[in-house]
């Protein structure tokens, strides 16, 4: 899927297109408001994240026109805080409102909520090879054996499974499990992963969790292992 970033302030624009391309969105990137309305209207885009604050044309003025010839999902994220601000973006036709600074975790979510819209919601159980999930009892078997997760075990599984077969870069994992930057001085998630291997494929002969040098990890069922 594919996403239009509107903003201005380098740092963050650059945050956002490096977090959504992790997690495996095409993203575009605008640095002003002319711009951004003008990839919008020429190309085609699953949702927009959108700057109100922006040199030239603003985020209202560009979601006005927008809205009057698309109807592609859009997220005001903005330092504008005041609730008279948030009615005015939901009332030009912004589909969601969220407060710089943001959780890049919460961001996710929205964005991945605005996707879905008019779609199947996720599971709330997967399964992969002999190793089951049920979420909602948070309950994980293999071999129909119960294996006791801690809570961030279990995010990172629940994570790891519901994107099966797509390589989870170590930032991507930190935002999602423990909402956090990643620091690449940070071995968190190789300990947790570590630990989580310990209990989830040690004891048994087909391994599903495999480290993708460099980037991070994947989940998936390899024939030739």
Known sequence: MRILVIEDDVSTGDYLKKGLGEAGYRVDLARNGA?????????????????????????????????????????????????????????????????????????MLRVRTLLRRGTVRESDTYSLADLHIDVLRRRVTRQETVIPL?????????LLMRREGEVL?????????????????????????????????????????????????VCEVRDYE
């Open 150 to 158: 801690t809570n961030k075990e279990f995010m990172l599984l629940h």
């Open 169 to 217: 870069s170590r930032t991507m994992i930190a935002s999602q499990v423990w909402d956090m930057n990643f620091d690449s001085d940070t071995n968190v998630v190789d300990v947790a992963v570590k630990r989580l291997r310990s209990k989830i494929d040690r004891p048994y002969d087909v391994k599903l969790i495999h480290t993708v040098r460099g980037i991070g990890y």
């Open 35 to 107: 711009d951004g309305l003008f990839l919008a209207l020429e190309d085609s885009f699953d949702a927009v994240i959108l700057d109100v604050m922006l040199p030239g044309l603003n985020g209202w003025q560009v979601m006005e026109v927008l809205r009057k010839k698309s109807d592609v999902p859009v997220l005001f994220l903005t330092a504008r805080d005041e609730v008279q601000d948030r009615i005015h973006g939901l009332e030009l036709g912004a589909d969601d409102y969220l407060i710089k600074p943001f959780s890049f975790t919460e961001l």
